[in-house]
């Protein structure tokens, strides 16, 4: 079955430190994959993704995300967090194989992680 | 751009009554997918809309509907209020022409809906 795992309900990291939130993930075909973050009473706002070519990928506010096929993973790091940083990461994959595979319909998210920076 | 705006943002109804949300993309956006979020569940795709036509629907009951408008504002209805209708009602919208998607969502800032 298809599936994203985020493994961590709640990450804590002291600012200025570097932060990792895990996301790892199974799909029958090529993944695409994203990363969103939602600020409370925000709705969500697209960080990055990974559709082909280099592992790490780099997005908004700092934040980079490394594809790893062999671990199916796509952890989202950053090398030195900010207070402002704290907010709820959500990671979501689409199946390339998977019928129909440009809908919405077909986009697994993953439960979420609340990152919390302390200052 | 202008992002996506949604209205209203906040809204409380009793138990069966019904309600209608309302969202307007990003200008150019023709695809338009609402999500329901909840502390338990998450977020739970609802349905999708393309040029005015759904595409998919979630797992929900159908007392939740929804349509696109030929100008891409898409609205949801939620008919009959249940207590566990209460939630964060989010829109996204995309960047979708034929074969071409981009496939990154734009959301709006939700709906807040409380049910008593």
């Known amino acids: 079955a298809q599936s994203v795992a985020q493994p961590e309900d709640q990450v804590n990291v002291a600012e200025g430190n570097p932060l990792t939130v895990k996301c790892t993930y199974s799909?029958?075909?090529?993944?695409?994959l994203f990363w969103y973050v939602q600020y409370p009473n925000r709705g969500l706002q697209f960080l990055l993704k990974y559709i082909t070519g280099d592992n790490l990928v780099k997005g908004s506010y700092g934040f980079e995300a490394e594809f790893n096929k062999s671990q199916t993973s796509f952890h989202l790091k950053k090398p030195s967090a900010l207070v402002s940083d704290s907010a709820l990461y959500f990671c979501a994959v689409r199946d390339l194989w998977a019928p129909r595979m440009d809908s919405n319909y077909q986009l697994i998210w993953g439960a979420g992680t609340k990152l919390i920076i302390k200052p | 751009k202008a992002g996506v705006t949604q209205t209203p943002r906040y809204l409380i109804k009793t138990r069966g009554q019904q309600v209608t949300l309302s969202c307007s993309p990003i200008s150019g956006h023709r695809s338009v997918s609402w999500y329901q979020q909840t502390p338990g569940q998450g977020l739970q795709f609802l349905f999708e809309y393309f040029s005015e036509t759904q595409r998919n629907k979630g797992n929900f009951p159908g007392r939740f509907s929804g349509r696109q408008f030929s100008n891409s504002r898409s609205e949801m209805n939620v008919s009959t209020l249940e207590l566990g209708d209460s939630a964060l009602y989010l829109c996204?919208?995309?960047?979708?022409?034929?074969?071409?998607?981009?496939?990154?969502?734009?959301f709006g800032p939700g709906t807040r809906l409380t049910v008593t």
């Open positions: 996204a919208s995309s960047l979708t022409s034929g074969r071409v998607s981009s496939y990154e969502q734009y």
């Open positions: 799909v029958s075909g090529n993944p695409y």
